[in-house]
């Protein structure tokens, strides 16, 4: 009876309702109205030659008003399976997925939420009628978080609440509704000019340290954040400052000897779960563009990044990844591309790296960690089913960063997208 036709990236879904077969069905119950009207009016306007020929005409117009009757039923599901399908797409842009009756709800949560006709009426191209703001469907199970989010005054500043809106992120409610207040300020005296803010102490007052444990990056220096940042936020000594331009181990790759085998193609580049943006800091130096993407688990990592000169993405693996398909040269990923949970959900992160990374394109999986030797067997196989073609494939042990002196195995690998038909 029709075709659905759902578009998750924007936040909005459309139904597009068959035409041809509506119209169809209609001539059709047209053509057995006037029919059977026909042979009543022959019925009663002639007299039958013999019996048998007034038995024929009226068998044939009892068939005529069941075929109508079977017509109206086949109407009147049409109608049915049409308000079922707008009534999905009510639930689907959101209209109802959230109760705006309850007393609790912010005001301008309503207001964000309350879809909107558009001003010429339904759009020729698209077919939509009305704008639905968009919103995650998992804000559903977060509402008086969402409602706390929501209430401040219009037009003031925004409460210092970025670490809430986090924990929303993280639950799901992504993205979040725009706010019409003033995000919380501060000056950034100090910042360097590029390219010498790449390696740039940052000062700790052009942070903003609400809602973390450390307020300074002495402190952040001092603690193990993840596997991938360890004293991350120092640029001047330990080791930040030699990374993929000296290796520690045969599973650090150098970053020349990376490029290379991309035959002088790589030119901007997507790193995952990038720490204070190092990768992206030493591909800037050789004139390409990386956009970081992370969030302030523990740390002030965006601001960091910015501060460095460089373009940090705000925005939770759970999230897919707002770019076109096949634009990236290359795709870097460490342990922090591990998002835990079911294997499947390691596989819509894989399959939208994929999706994003042009042919030919490289995809550089940096030390990642592997707990045990069954998930190393699981990935290896992930990654075989994408037909990528190995360039280089390291398998080790390494010490863990924190010192600790227990070794762990991690995988290193830069691989090559193959051209699909």
Known sequence: MGSVSLKIGDGTARFKRATLCSSAVNLLMLFSVITTNLFALYAFTSSPKDQQTYHLLHHTQKNISLISEQVSLILREIDSSQKKLAQMEKELLGYESIDLSRSNVAHELKLFLQHHQLPLGKDSRTGITEMVASVGHSCEKSADLLSQYMNYKVSGPCPDDWSLA????????????????????????????????????????????????CKSFECLNSKKLSRDCVGCFDLVNGFENQRFVKARGKNDFLIDDVLALGSGGIRIGFDIGGGSGTFAARMAERNMTVITNTLNIDAPFSEFIAARGLFPLFLSLDHRFPFYDNVFDLVHAASGLDVGGKPEKFEFVMFDIDRILRPGGLFWLDNFYCSNEEKKRDLTRLIERFGYKKLKWVVGDKVDAAASGKSEVYLSAVLQKPVRV
């Not at 992120?169 to 590029?194: D, Q, S």
């Open 166 to 213: 986090q924990k929303l992120i993280l639950r799901g409610c992504e993205p979040l509704p725009r706010r019409r207040c003033f995000a919380k300020t501060l000056p950034k005296v100090g910042l360097n000019p590029f390219p010498i803010s790449l390696w740039k102490p940052v000062s700790d007052k052009i942070v903003t340290w609400s809602g973390l444990g």
